[in-house]
Nanobody, 115 residues
Framework: QVQLVESGGGLVQPGGSLRLSCVAS????????MGWYRQAPGKQRDLVAG???????NYADSVKGRFTISRDYPKNTVCLQMNSLEPEDTAVYYC?????????WGQGTQVTVSA
């Protein structure tokens, strides 16, 4: 069992930056694939960025070059640095942890990009 708690969302102007953090507890953090996902109203939840247990990363095409995922193993934390934010990035962002066959989710944090 894994518990995930996100923080760092908010309102930002286009072109601005935000940093999301997710603290994991309850299991061996280093074994999990950690990802950031987002869900806009009326749309499905999609992967934004992910990192394997051996630090390989993958990103959605729409955020490549703007977002960076990172992990701090001693602190059981995964972060998402988001730069050059666009209105299209507005969504609820979720932290996810996956280790076959289980997928865990945080409660989500709202990110709104608006002038």
């Amino acid at each position: 069992q894994v518990q995930l708690v996100e923080s760092g969302g908010g309102l930002v102007q286009p072109g601005g930056s935000l940093r999301l953090s997710c603290v994991a507890s309850g299991s061996i953090f280093s074994l999990y694939y950690m990802g950031w996902y987002r869900q806009a109203p009326g749309k499905q939840r999609d992967l934004v960025a992910g990192m394997t247990s051996d630090n390989n990363t993958n990103y959605a095409d729409s955020v490549k070059g703007r977002f960076t995922i990172s992990r701090d193993y001693p602190k059981n934390t995964v972060c998402l640095q988001m730069n050059s934010l666009e209105p299209e990035d507005t969504a609820v962002y979720y932290c996810g942890a996956y280790l076959y066959p289980n997928q865990y989710w945080g409660q989500g944090t709202q990110v709104t990009v608006s002038a």
